[in-house]
Antibody
Framework: QVQLVESGGGVVPPGGSLRLSCAASGFNFNYYAIHWVRQAPGAGLEWVALILYDGSNKFYADSVKGRFTISRDTSNNTVYLHMNSLRADDSALYYC???????????????WGQGTMVTVSS | AIQLTQSPSSLSASLGDRVAVTCRASQGIDSGLAWYQQKPGKPPKLLIYDASTLESGVPSRFSGSGSGTDFTLTINSLQPEDFATYYCQQYNRYPFSFGQGTRLEI
């Protein structure tokens, strides 16, 4: 069955860095775009970043552009979110999710992980 | 960036009711819209994609309509498990974006 498992969250001081991982299994990782969506405590969903199935293109929310980098490693079916210059308003539960259709660039997300929590605090 | 505005922000209803949630996009997005249901402590669950296509396994009491800038999620005959928060998401253009959510309460 399809599984997406996030890890790497934790407490980090303002200005610090963190790398989140999204380990995928149960589907052909090489055919699907993956994105990150975050949710601050008690708040709504915020789209963060997406990497296409072949890694050829990456897209970012304006709020993280220049600070976050998304990447993927086909050798271990994992997508990463490298986060630099972290701010208090980056504190959130970070989900990864796959796009529904293979090789899709624009699509809904049919499977989500359970999330990993990031807290930016001194 | 495309802004999505959901209304209402919260909604009180009873078992068996029919309810509708609307989502308005700040610019046209064709049919590139999805609806998700989220319960506390859980990730979002896909209900509707391409504005009106029901995701496999989702009960037929859920339906979606609209295109362009105005979209509606309708739930017929509310069941106890339907009380949750609902989000629309556009994927017509990058950056993708979500509506602010609609909390459906008993």
């Amino acid at each position: 069955q399809v599984q997406l498992v996030e890890s790497g969250g934790g407490v980090v001081p303002p200005g610090g860095s963190l790398r989140l991982s999204c380990a995928a299994s149960g589907f052909n990782f090489n055919y699907y775009a993956i994105h990150w969506v975050r949710q601050a405590p008690g708040a709504g969903l915020e789209w963060v970043a997406l990497i296409l199935y072949d890694g050829s293109n990456k897209f970012y929310a304006d709020s993280v552009k220049g600070r976050f980098t998304i990447s993927r490693d086909t050798s271990n079916n994992t997508v990463y979110l490298h986060m630099n210059s972290l701010r208090a308003d980056d504190s959130a539960l970070y989900y990864c999710a796959k796009l529904k259709a293979s090789a899709a660039m624009w699509d809904a997300s049919d499977f989500w992980g359970q999330g990993t929590m990031v807290t930016v605090s001194s | 960036a495309i802004q999505l505005t959901q209304s209402p922000s919260s909604l009180s209803a009873s078992l068996g009711d029919r309810v509708a949630v609307t989502c308005r996009a700040s610019q046209g997005i064709d049919s590139g819209l999805a609806w998700y249901q989220q319960k506390p402590g859980k990730p979002p669950k896909l209900l509707i994609y391409d504005a009106s296509t029901l995701e496999s396994g989702v009960p037929s009491r859920f339906s979606g309509s609209g295109s362009g800038t105005d979209f509606t999620l309708t739930i017929n005959s509310l069941q106890p498990e339907d009380f949750a928060t609902y989000y629309c998401q556009q994927y017509n253009r990058y950056p993708f974006s979500f509506g602010q959510g609609t909390r459906l309460e008993i």
